[in-house]
Nanobody, 122 residues
């Protein structure tokens, strides 16, 4: 069984920082794309940041210049450093990973964590 477990969320005042972590576990052969998504009640889950592959990242416009995604492939982890937080950053943050298995060849499958709440107060 594959699990993605997020941590690091919490309550913070505007202008503060948080560092989210996501750990993947299970019988994993390869992790391809990894990313962070945010969901707010009444809205679609949206991309915040993604690691397309090691060293190549993409960000939502709202995150550019403030958030940094990084990964440690050996540890099967991905991180999101969130600085200069704003109230509009509030939401549940979900870790996403495209995972390959010993049996899947070159195929990858998308998995999601359970989410971690980030609340930014004004």
């Amino acid at each position: 069984q594959v699990q993605l477990v997020e941590s690091g969320g919490g309550l913070v005042q505007a202008g503060g920082s948080l560092r989210l972590s996501c750990a993947a576990s299970g019988t994993i052969s390869t992790i391809n794309r990894m990313g962070w998504y945010r969901q707010v009640p009444g809205k679609q889950r949206e991309l915040v940041a993604s690691s397309i592959r090691d060293g190549i990242n993409d960000y939502a416009d709202s995150a550019k210049g403030r958030f940094t995604i990084s990964r440690d492939n050996a540890k099967k982890m991905v991180y999101l450093q969130m600085n200069s937080l704003k109230p509009e950053d509030t939401g549940v943050y979900y870790c996403n990973a495209h995972i390959g298995f010993p049996w899947s060849g070159d195929a990858f499958f998308a998995y999601w964590g359970q989410g971690t709440q980030v609340t930014v107060s004004s």
